[in-house]
């Protein structure tokens, strides 16, 4: 089990099996099952600027402020069911480390259903992502419910 102490000073533990991993970020699943952390990982930090830093920042503390004022309300409701935004984050220069904590995915964001036709790729459990909605000939792969309304 990993252990970081984020910046709002809370103490942050996860799970030391990598969830997912993409070109900046290794995911790491926390042990209460529901967030994860994002570590970005060596080649992306080298990139890392003090502006990046701050935007992170930014991002953790000054924008979720902004959406919790009332007149808001309907945009809060939304970004809860379309993102998943991050609640905290860790910088430790000495450590060369930052990651980002971010509430896990919910069931939407996976395929409930798999291909609506046999012999095509097996979806079902797998993450959305937006090549299944680009183009027509994708979208046709899908099952009529997981296309969305769009």
Known sequence: MGTVTLQSGKIYHYKDEILGSGGMKNVYLGVDGTSVIGFYNSEAYKKITTRDIERI????????????QEKYESLRVFYRQVFCWPTDYVYDASRKILGVVTPKYRSNFFFEIGPKKPKRPNIKGKEKNGRWFDSAYQRSLLHPSERGNL
């Open 57 to 68: 920042e930014r991002i953790v503390k000054q924008y979720p402020r902004l959406l919790l």
